[in-house]
């Protein structure tokens, strides 16, 4: 399973908050249950090939569901929950060395504060998100955006600190960083259709 920071890293690019805490909620039985820990709190994990599926992640109707929220930020964090298990799912299908390739591309995206404002849309330093609200472009003040960048980039540190694999492949991007940033742009353009079609 990935980390609760790669899930917050995801969700950071994606939502502009990252969700940190609902991530490590929801992942609190691995303390008990090591991998079977998705049998609590992992609902649309279990689901899978019934409800969706890699070709339909998420179905029209879990949209009109999340469209019944209650406001943008509750079904926001609801899309964050859903799409957990989602991510679950895709690291399943990882190899180890895929595995380690995607969280050093999250890490390199989340030490990268002019990649998440350009790319993903999300000004970290000033506490803002990107968003199309009835057709205008604009930058929402979300106040809470600089203090859970800080604190999730403090945690994803430490992790970088005791992981000499992960240092070695944000060195790797580092030395690449114009040919990573046109792949990164590249897969932001495909998430962007993916989630609109």
Excluded at 4 to 11: K, R, S, Y
Excluded at 14 to 30: C, I, N, S, T, V
Excluded at 77 to 97: C, F, G, K, P
Excluded at 121 to 135: F, M
Aim: charged fraction near 30%; include cysteine; proline fraction near 3%.
């Amino acid at each position: 399973m990935p980390s609760a920071w790669v899930h917050a890293g995801i969700d950071l690019i994606a939502y502009g908050r990252p969700y940190f805490d609902l991530h490590k909620e929801k992942d609190k039985a691995y303390e008990l249950l090591g991998p079977n820990h998705r049998i609590v709190d992992h609902d649309w994990y279990q689901t899978y090939g019934r409800f969706w599926n890699f070709c339909e992640p998420f179905p029209s109707w879990i949209k009109d569901i999340l469209g019944n929220e209650e406001g943008a930020d509750k079904a926001e964090e609801q899309m964050a929950w859903i799409d957990h298990d989602y991510i679950d799912r895709t690291w399943d299908v990882l190899s180890n060395s895929e595995r380690k390739y995607w969280e050093g591309f999250f890490a390199w995206v989340l030490f990268s504060s002019d990649i998440l404002k350009d790319w993903a849309g999300v000004d970290v330093l000033n506490g803002k998100i990107h968003r199309v609200i009835e057709g205008q472009e604009i930058w929402e003040e979300c106040p809470y955006t600089k203090a859970e960048y800080r604190r999730l980039r403090r945690y994803v540190e430490v992790v970088k600190s005791s992981d000499k694999r992960l240092r070695d492949i944000l060195e790797r991007y580092r030395q690449e960083k114009g040919n990573l940033v046109k792949e990164a742009y590249s897969l932001r353009i495909e998430f962007v259709i993916y989630n609109v079609s």
